[in-house]
């Protein structure tokens, strides 16, 4: 059962209490689709950023980073975003993709429908961190292993995070067990220490590390979306549609729910909606 529990977890990125049926077959079903038995199948060579600068280098416009929506507001004729900096910028429509709790700080006038609301609201996001390993050398290879592992302590699950020089294993923690981990004093030396424990060749190995927390950063305030009891049938036809020139997108409006193909499974649903 613990097998299983981690597996789905692991797809979730929380506990398999906050996830409701409905929302996990929906997600199961892209399963048959897959000829192995993972969701999480593919890897990109130099890592998902490439596959961002890649498309980021495709575009007519400059991509701006830094500009944190804080208020939009629409009329007859046009949206006005204002940023964090208080500089304003005028636009036909906008395609909003923040995730679901970044959407709840953004003040919208006129005000989001109750039913938009309500459905960003109750959308759930996962709770995920990484802990990143660096070891003087890869020794879970020379043990004959590529460094995936799925384990019912507090570790979770384990894969081979290299790139490029030093040797690296990443720790990816979901759930209650991730918020133990982020009131660890010393994240990077306990998990060091509960990996020893089991492959005692990796002892003394460890070189230094780090921890991320998508729960806490502003920007994300969790890692991906999941759909939690009741969501499906209550929230979900409510999360896509557009109010006025304001467009939604981002894999939380998608069938796809939680992964890459869902925000853009998601681009391709509202480029019409915005070109009609
Ligand atoms: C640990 C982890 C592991 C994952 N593993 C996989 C995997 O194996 N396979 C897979 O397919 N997917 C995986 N995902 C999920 C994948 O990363 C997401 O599904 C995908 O990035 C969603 O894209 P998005 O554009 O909808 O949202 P995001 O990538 O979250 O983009 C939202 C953007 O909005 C920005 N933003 C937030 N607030 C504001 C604001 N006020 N103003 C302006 N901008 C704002 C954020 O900075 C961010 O850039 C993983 C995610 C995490 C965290």
Same mark, same amino acid.
């Given at each position: 059962l613990w097998w299983v529990n981690s597996k789905y977890r692991s797809d979730e990125g929380? &506990? @398999?209490?906050?996830? !409701?049926l409905l929302g996990w077959l929906g997600g199961f079903?892209?399963?048959?689709?897959? +000829? !192995? &038995? +993972? @969701?999480?199948s593919h890897r990109f060579p130099g890592g998902t950023s490439a596959l961002c600068s890649l498309m980021a280098g495709s575009l007519r416009q400059e991509v701006r980073f !830094?500009? #944190? #929506?804080r208020r939009v507001t629409q009329d007859a004729s046009g949206v006005t975003l204002q940023f964090e900096s208080e500089s304003t910028e005028r636009f036909d429509r906008v395609v909003l993709t923040l995730p679901p709790r970044c959407l709840e700080d953004v003040v919208f006038e006129p005000p989001l429908g109750a039913s938009k609301r309500c459905a960003v609201e109750a959308c759930g996001m996962s709770r995920a961190i990484k802990i990143a390993l660096r070891y003087e050398r890869a020794w879970w290879t020379e043990a004959g292993w590529g460094g995936s592992l799925q384990t019912d302590q507090s570790i979770q699950q384990t894969w081979d995070g290299t790139l490029g020089e030093g040797a690296v294993l990443n720790l990816y923690i979901c759930g209650d067990e991730a918020l133990n981990w982020l009131r660890n004093p010393d994240p990077v030396g306990s998990a060091g220490a509960e990996l020893a424990a089991t492959y005692p060749e990796s002892g003394g190995l460890l070189l230094g590390g780090g921890i991320h927390d998508w729960i806490n950063d502003p920007y994300a305030r969790g890692a991906f979306s999941h759909l939690p009891p009741r969501y499906v049938l209550d929230h979900m036809p409510d999360i896509v549609p557009p109010e006025g020139r304001v467009h939604f997108a981002g894999e939380h409006t998608a069938n796809w729910v939680g992964f890459i193909e869902g925000a853009l499974e998601s681009a391709e649903r509202v480029v019409p909606e915005v070109t009609r």
């Open positions: 929380d &506990d @398999l209490e906050r996830i !409701g079903m892209h399963y048959l689709d897959r +000829e !192995g &038995d +993972e @969701l999480s !830094g500009q #944190v #929506v």
